[in-house]
């Protein structure tokens, strides 16, 4: 807790300065007691995020926070621009990084029995892992395919073809069944049961076929809504958990709704610059309760309910996502590190 202190008072210091400062300066404004080590991988975390900017080598570099965007501010973020300032050979490998982590960890919280070092393989060789299920090769191949698709759509407004696609790209296994449609909402009613927190057991039901539409389309014009000015790394949670949820407690599909939650709620991430948020697989259990705990808190939704009858049940899952926030930063910052000493 003083750690996170610490770091919050050293941003408000840069976020403050009317001028760049110095790590030393940062420093004396924040506490003598910051450790300078601490100190300099924040700076370099920040940078990646685009929260600051640096300028200058060695002890002459000066580091200034980012203005907000406002009203006569520059223009929004362009997507992916937190690979801005990598070489292209460094942003190829992130990207790549990027790709195997978020596909790995979606995959892995339905079930799928690939490693990390074996869905790198399977992306990056295109082979396949003896004894593992087929399912599961292409599960991860479905993802990372998934994952271009939702990079090539940033630059336009997210709509229902596109969720459609997203649907058919994840949902690999082959199905013939007009009850279990790919590429559109779902037709029967679904749900699933749990183990509440005084032991009783308790049936979730989704949100019938014939509220999806509307419930989506909600959820759809927030995410298009959103101003991707207001979102940074500190808040980027917040917009990441309400879409998330919104979409697992509506379950618009008969198959991959936590895979598609977990791909559109980063969209506004990614237009805002930042780099995608992942659940880790060994939270699994915990992710898992927390979306139940929400969903039977909130029943069933409908079209007078709308896709978030009580955002003030959101808190926990927000602060769980929160938590969540931190693979995929250590990337950024790995690349920014080895840019660094090529400079």
């Not at 690979?83 to 990027?98: C, F, M, N, P, V």
């Not at 060789?125 to 395919?145: F, M, N, P, Y």
């Not at 509307?214 to 808040?235: G, P, Q, R």
Request: with cysteine; glycine share 6%; hydrophobic share 40%.
């Amino acid at each position: 807790m003083a750690r996170k202190a610490q770091r919050d008072t050293a941003l408000a210091v840069l976020q403050s300065s009317s001028a760049p400062l110095s790590a030393a300066e940062i420093t004396r404004r924040a506490g003598p007691d910051l450790p300078q080590r601490t100190l300099r991988r924040w700076l370099s975390e920040w940078v990646a995020l685009g929260l600051i900017t640096s300028s200058g080598v060695g002890r002459a570099t000066r580091y200034e926070a980012v203005v907000a965007a406002g009203e006569d501010a520059t223009p929004a973020p362009s997507p992916l621009g937190f690979l801005r300032g990598l070489d292209s050979d460094l942003k190829r490998e992130l990207l790549a990084q990027i790709r195997d982590l978020w596909t790995h960890t979606s995959t892995a919280l339905e079930g799928n029995t690939l490693t990390l070092g074996d869905t790198h393989f399977v992306l990056q060789e295109g082979l396949t892992i003896s004894g593992k299920a087929i399912k599961d090769h292409q599960e991860v191949i479905g993802h990372a395919r998934a994952i271009d698709l939702l990079y090539r759509c940033l630059n336009e407004p997210l709509s229902e073809s596109i969720v459609f696609g997203l649907q058919k790209a994840v949902q690999t296994e082959q199905v013939t069944d007009i009850y279990k449609p790919d590429g559109a909402w779902k037709v029967e009613p679904n749900g699933t049961h749990m183990v509440a927190a005084d032991g009783r057991q308790v049936f979730i039901e989704y949100a019938m076929p014939a509220s999806v539409p509307v419930l989506m389309t909600e959820i759809i014009d927030f995410t298009n809504a959103v101003n991707v000015n207001d979102i940074s790394a500190v808040t980027a949670h917040e917009y990441y958990s309400k879409i998330h949820m919104g979409i697992v407690h509506v379950h618009p599909f008969w198959d991959g709704n936590g895979r598609i939650a977990r791909l559109l709620a980063n969209i506004p991430l990614l237009k805002a610059g930042l780099p995608p948020l992942t659940i880790p697989a060994e939270q699994r259990r915990n992710y898992i309760q927390l979306l139940a705990d929400y969903q039977v808190t909130i029943g069933q939704l409908d079209d007078t309910t709308g896709a978030w009858p009580d955002e003030s049940h959101l808190s926990d899952f927000s602060r769980f996502c929160e938590a969540c926030y931190g693979s995929i930063r250590d990337l950024v910052v790995g690349a920014f590190e080895v840019q660094k000493k090529r400079a």
